[in-house]
């Protein structure tokens, strides 16, 4: 099992933080709504408060490609992403959403009293955002189909603390957010349960063996 302990989300200390130092904007968006597009013009950090979003881009065969997924405490913007006028990257809102929007640079910027929680919080949103990138690479890296569940349930069970657990999206999108066709998907989770390694009940997931 990967060693993913580091909490990717921003604990709700964190987000008062980030309210006090920074006056964020925040929004609200209905479900399936364009929350931003990732354009080399927008110079602001997004941070989920509540719901879940998702980063996609659109492939050259018109097929939708779910790149990453936000909940609370995650964030987002141009600045984590591959610098290419080739592809467009968005995101949008699969629930409802709330979020707060910061710009980069008075992110980066401490604020007058350079407190110590202000650099903590921009230590967590640059390193743990990363982090998260990176862990969907070593996720989409791995070879074979089975791999790639079992890395990506061993993230969330870490992430949650606990060998049960809920996955954040549907089983379609997990497809999408895996690279793989959602039938073998299926086939390949069905196979799981019937050898013992995982239960699944709906979106609920049990590791049984590692």
């Known amino acids: 099992m990967?060693?993913?302990?580091?909490?990717?989300?921003?604990?709700?200390?964190?987000?008062?933080?980030?309210?006090?130092c920074f006056a964020p904007s925040e929004?609200?968006?209905?479900?399936?709504?364009?929350?931003?597009?990732?354009?080399?013009?927008?110079?602001?950090?997004?941070?989920?408060?509540?719901?879940i979003a998702y980063l996609?881009?659109?492939?050259?065969?018109?097929q939708r490609r779910i790149i990453d997924y936000y909940m609370r405490g995650n964030a987002f913007g141009k600045h984590f992403l591959?610098?290419?006028e080739e592809k467009?990257?968005?995101?949008?809102?699969?629930?409802?959403?709330?979020?707060?929007?910061?710009?980069?640079?008075?992110?980066i910027t401490c604020c007058e009293k350079n407190c110590a929680k202000h650099v903590a919080l921009i230590d967590h949103i640059m390193m743990t955002t990363a982090?998260?990138?990176?862990?969907?690479v070593d996720i989409l890296c791995q070879r074979t189909l089975r791999s790639k569940l079992m890395s990506f349930f061993e993230?969330?069970?870490t992430e949650e603390k606990s060998r049960s657990f809920t996955i954040p999206l549907p089983f379609s999108d997990?497809?999408?957010?895996?690279?793989?066709?959602?039938?073998?998907?299926?086939?390949?989770?069905?196979?799981?349960?019937?050898?013992?390694?995982?239960?699944?009940?709906?979106r609920k997931v049990t590791i049984i063996k590692k």
């Open 155 to 157: 993230y969330i069970g």
């Open 2 to 20: 990967n060693d993913f302990s580091i909490d990717s989300r921003l604990t709700n200390a964190e987000l008062i933080g980030l309210k006090e």
């Open 88 to 107: 467009l990257f968005y995101v949008y809102a699969k629930t409802k959403c709330t979020v707060d929007f910061v710009k980069y640079k008075k992110l």
């Open 27 to 51: 929004r609200e968006y209905g479900r399936g709504e364009i929350i931003t597009i990732c354009s080399p013009e927008n110079d602001t950090i997004g941070i989920i408060k509540s719901g």
């Open 131 to 136: 982090r998260k990138s990176l862990v969907h």
């Open 82 to 84: 591959p610098d290419t």
């Open 56 to 62: 996609s881009t659109i492939n050259s065969e018109e």
């Open 174 to 202: 997990l497809a999408d957010y895996l690279g793989v066709d959602r039938s073998a998907m299926m086939r390949e989770i069905k196979k799981l349960n019937e050898e013992n390694i995982i239960s699944t009940d709906k």
